[in-house]
């Protein structure tokens, strides 16, 4: 069964600065792997998507994130962080042979200081 | 463009009631799901539908179902409320399989069962 790990609850960061959230998935194969956004009482959107060719995918909202299957994560980064950032993040894994289901993560919580 | 749309926004329920979280899409999407967030937990996949008169059960199905009469509408029933079914539930769609369409999700229906 796939599963998604995101090891960190809550991040603080100073606007302006980089922002990493790191993303862990446990799969067999590669996988299609997503993040998503959550603003505060709003649905998810779609923030990039990897399913294969180039590791580093670009995002909307200036975010980009590495698929790196040797340490099987796909973290997020932004290299400046704006107060609209501020939201809740989810990682998620899918595959056509586990019936094209989204596993989710447990999200991490940005907040943006400024 | 409406989008996925999901009522009500905001329900409290007594122990051992019924009720239903309504969501139609405007999309024609064939794939409709619904999800429940729980703090620390992410996202989980309740119950899906590939298509109309298609219903399959996702990880969490136990006190929930569900119907696809029509492409558009994919209601979620609780047949009798319980405390533990106290959550923000989302419904969301899309087109094609998981790497050929966007997710999209509606707003949320929270959920309180006392």
């Known amino acids: 069964a796939q599963s998604v790990t995101q090891p960190d609850i809550h991040i603080t960061v100073s606007e302006g600065a980089s922002l990493e959230l790191r993303c862990n998935y446990s799969y067999g194969a590669t996988p299609y792997l997503f993040w998503y956004v959550q603003s505060p009482g709003q649905g998810l959107q779609l923030l990039l998507k990897y399913f294969s060719g180039d590791t580093l995918v670009q995002g909307i909202k200036g975010f980009e994130a590495e698929f790196k299957r040797s340490q099987s994560s796909f973290n997020l980064r932004k290299p400046s962080v704006h107060w609209s950032d501020a939201a809740e993040y989810f990682c998620a894994v899918g595959a056509a042979a586990a019936g094209n289901k989204l596993t989710f993560g447990g999200g991490t919580r940005v907040l943006v200081k400024p | ?114």
């Open chain 2, 1 to 114: 463009n409406a989008g996925v749309t999901q009522t009500p926004k905001f329900q409290v329920l007594k122990t051992g009631q019924s009720m239903t979280l309504q969501c139609a899409q405007d999309m024609n999407h064939e794939y409709m799901s619904w999800y429940r967030q729980d703090p620390g937990m992410g996202l989980r996949l309740i119950h899906y539908s590939v298509g109309a008169g298609i219903t399959d059960q996702g990880e969490v199905p136990n006190g929930y179902n569900v119907s696809r009469s029509t492409t558009e509408d994919f209601p979620l029933r609780l047949l009798s409320a319980a405390p533990s079914q106290t959550s923000v539930y989302f419904c969301a769609s899309r087109t094609g399989q998981l790497n050929t369409g966007e997710l999209f999700f509606g707003e949320g229906s929270r959920l309180t069962v006392l």
